[in-house]
């Protein structure tokens, strides 16, 4: 099934605001889970990009954490909880879903933050995920900057 990046997109949002919430409240990953799928209209969402999402990077949320860790400066309890559950995705599209482009995997996270985040929020989630990129999919981006520094 072709699915749209649209529909990506609104899935990030969902998971976003359900790892928010998560986050903040200790609820019970499967109430908040049904909470969102109960109560959001996922019609022109990706339904099972965001379970994935919501589903694997708590599962996965130790190794995630500590990936973050390396990239930022400061602990990551300090962080703006927008910008932390935003990271937690963008780290999990880096680590697990290799198909996705890391270009696409930092736009959809500096949208997501301008959206959501702190007023500068987007430049330090787009600093930290450009690291990380560079490390994590080196020869993605080394081949990308190669193009790039050939034009």
Do not use: C
Not at 34 to 40: C, D, R
Not at 97 to 113: M, S
Not at 114 to 133: I, M, P, S, T, Y
């Amino acid at each position: 099934m072709n699915v749209s990046p649209h529909a990506r997109a609104r899935a990030r949002r969902f998971a976003l605001q359900a790892l928010y919430q998560w986050d903040l409240s200790g609820t019970a990953l499967h109430d908040i889970r049904n909470q969102f799928l109960e109560s959001e209209d996922f019609s022109r969402t990706d339904r099972d990009y965001f379970i994935e999402l919501f589903n694997n990077v708590t599962k996965d949320i130790e190794n995630i954490d500590n990936n973050i860790k390396n990239y930022i400066d400061r602990p990551l309890p300090r962080l703006d909880p927008v910008e932390r559950a935003i990271l937690r995705i963008a780290f999990y599209e880096l680590l697990y879903r290799l198909e996705i482009p890391y270009r696409v995997v930092i736009n959809e996270a500096v949208q997501l933050t301008r959206k959501f985040g702190a007023e500068q929020g987007h430049a330090f989630v787009n600093g930290v995920l450009d690291k990380a990129a560079h490390a994590l999919r080196t020869l993605e981006y080394d081949k990308h900057t190669h193009r790039a520094s050939n034009h």
